[in-house]
Nanobody, 122 residues
């Protein structure tokens, strides 16, 4: 599956952004989907995941209560609503398909998007 993110940009601390990820192919509805991010000089880290049916979500502790992942099966799209943004949320955000949690913060990802930059100013 091919993934294309959009919606990144520059926002002030406390603001909101919504990222979108459009997937190609008819298999989208069968995949668990997720979002990861990578800040400069840091490793890529897990942000949020959503199972194929959309009824189970998982979040990193750092974004719980502020970010919401959702999907629209009809549009082959997964979203990441980000509220109360902080400067430490600044990173390139990557959409991920066929996401599997192996525990101990280890994830399998079948396909990655190209990433979209999110910058939060203080």
């Amino acid at each position: 599956v091919q993934l294309e993110e959009s919606g990144g940009g520059l926002v002030q601390a406390g603001g909101s952004l919504r990222l979108s990820c459009v997937a190609s192919g008819r298999t989208f509805r069968r995949y668990n989907m997720g979002w990861f991010r990578q800040a400069p000089g840091k490793e890529r880290e897990f942000v949020a995941a959503l199972n194929w049916s959309g009824d189970t979500t998982t979040y990193a502790d750092s974004v719980k209560g502020r970010f919401t992942i959702s999907r629209d099966q009809a549009k082959n799209t997964v979203y990441l609503q980000m509220n109360s943004l902080k400067p430490e949320d600044t990173a390139v955000y990557y959409c991920a398909a066929d996401v599997i949690d192996h525990g101990s913060n280890k994830w399998y990802v079948g396909s990655w998007g190209q990433g979209t930059q999110v910058t939060v100013s203080s």
